[in-house]
C-alpha cells in the first residue's frame, strides 16, 4: 500500500521564482495537511483540507502560498514569488481518522 | 487552548539504557495523544497513540508511552535503547476536529 507521495523530493530555485509542491494522499483519506519544518520555527501547520475543501488556512504565511486540492487524490502547494526564507521541508499528510500519515518531504532551496 | 510541551529538546543515553523522553499536555476535553519517530530525511512515522483506551499504550520497536491524565503527561520510554533509535521524537496532541498540535521535538543522541 503506498504511502503520501510527494513530489519533487528536491527543489532548488531562485528568488523570485514559483515553486509548486504536489502531493498525492493515501487512497481513502478525506483529510491532507501541509506542514513546514524548519530549525528555527519547528514544524508549523500551513493549512488542512477536509473532502477536498479548505477548512483553516490560518497558518499560511502570507499571500505569496496558496494551495489547492482539485480532487480526493491531488494537492498542490504554490509560492509565487519565492524567497529565501521560504527555504524548509514541506511535508504533506493525510488521515482517514485520528492519526496522520506523512510523506517524505519536499526539500526547499530559495537562492 | 490545547498545548503539547516537550522536556528537553536534547536527551542523550548510552546503548542498553533506558530511554525517557517526556511530554506534557494541556486540553479541556480528552485528547488523543501521538508520539511520532523522525529519522534524518524522513517524514514523521508513528509509534503510538492513545485514544482513550488503555493508558499504557505499546507502540512500534519496543516503545511505549502512559498515559496519566493526574499528571497531564504522555512519556514516552523503551527499556533498552538501541543505535538505531537515535532519531528525533515528536508528541502530539488532536482534540477532535482535524487538526493536531505538536511539540517542538526531543533529538534522542544514543552513545555507544
Known amino acids: 500500500d503506498a504511502g503520501v507521495i510527494q513530489s519533487p523530493r528536491h527543489e532548488v530555485t531562485e528568488m523570485g521564482q514559483e515553486v509548486t509542491l504536489r502531493c498525492k494522499p493515501i487512497?481513502?483519506?478525506?483529510?491532507l495537511f501541509w506542514y513546514r519544518q524548519t530549525m528555527m520555527r519547528g514544524l508549523e501547520l500551513l493549512i488542512y483540507?477536509?473532502?477536498?475543501?479548505?477548512?483553516?488556512d490560518s497558518g499560511m504565511p502570507e499571500d505569496r502560498f496558496s494551495a489547492k486540492m482539485p480532487n480526493a487524490s491531488f494537492s498542490t502547494l504554490k509560492i509565487q514569488p519565492s524567497e529565501p526564507r521560504d527555504s524548509a521541508v514541506y511535508f504533506c499528510a493525510s488521515s482517514r481518522e485520528e492519526t496522520q500519515y506523512f510523506g517524505p518531504g519536499t526539500r526547499l532551496l530559495v537562492l | 487552548a490545547q498545548s503539547v510541551t516537550q522536556l528537553g529538546s536534547h536527551v542523550s543515553v548510552s546503548e542498553g539504557a533506558l530511554v525517557l523522553l517526556r511530554c506534557n499536555y494541556s486540553s479541556s476535553v480528552p485528547p488523543y495523544l501521538f508520539w511520532y519517530v523522525q529519522y534524518p530525511n524522513q517524514g514523521l512515522q508513528l509509534l503510538l497513540k492513545?485514544?482513550?483506551?488503555?493508558?499504557l499504550v505499546k507502540g512500534i520497536n519496543g516503545f511505549e508511552a502512559e498515559f496519566k491524565k493526574s499528571e497531564t503527561s504522555f512519556h514516552l520510554t523503551k527499556p533498552s535503547a538501541h543505535m538505531s533509535d537515535a532519531a528525533e521524537y515528536f508528541c502530539a496532541l488532536r482534540k477532535g476536529g482535524f487538526k493536531t498540535i505538536f511539540g517542538a521535538g526531543t533529538r534522542l543522541f544514543v552513545k555507544a
Open positions: 492513545y485514544t482513550s483506551a488503555a493508558t
Open positions: 487512497s481513502g483519506h478525506n483529510s
Open positions: 483540507f477536509n473532502n477536498n475543501v479548505p477548512i483553516d
